[in-house]
């Protein structure tokens, strides 16, 4: 399984940007079966959960910080997941990586060890 990131860039603070993460790959079979997962990583700091969605979409959750702010969603006929960032801040720099985790039943994963594949990351800077 590959994943593919994409949509990050340079943007002032109160801005907005959409992330994407497009999912590939002979071993994977069907979008559907992942719960997908949103994280990002600053300059000297631990790999941070952002926003997790269901199998379905039909569940999401975020961390407090971004609650409000970002939205999660997936598009699974084109095996893409995407995050929408609005009211971004300063503190919302970081490198965000997307990953997927075989799941089904509307669950939710918060914790990186709980993803099986991940994707190389795209830096979001927010400029005060």
């Known amino acids: 399984v590959q994943l593919q990131a994409s949509g990050g860039g340079l943007v002032q603070a109160g801005g907005s940007l959409r992330l994407s993460c497009a999912a590939s790959?002979?071993?994977?079979?069907?979008?559907?079966?992942?719960?997908m997962g949103w994280f990002r990583q600053a300059p000297g700091k631990e790999r941070e959960f952002v926003a997790t969605?269901?199998?379905?979409?039909?569940?999401?959750d975020y961390r407090d910080s971004v609650k409000g702010r970002f939205i999660i969603s997936r598009d699974n006929t084109k095996n893409t997941v995407y995050l929408e960032m609005y009211s971004l801040k300063p503190e919302d720099t970081a490198v965000y990586f997307c990953?997927?985790?075989?799941?089904?039943?509307?669950?939710?994963?918060?914790?990186?060890?709980?993803?099986?594949?991940w994707g190389q990351g795209t830096v979001v800077t927010v400029s005060s």
């Open positions: 990953a997927a985790a075989l799941a089904r039943g509307g669950v939710l994963f918060y914790t990186p060890s709980r993803y099986n594949y």
């Open positions: 790959g002979r071993t994977f079979s069907d979008f559907s079966d992942y719960v």
């Open positions: 969605i269901s199998w379905s979409g039909s569940s999401t």
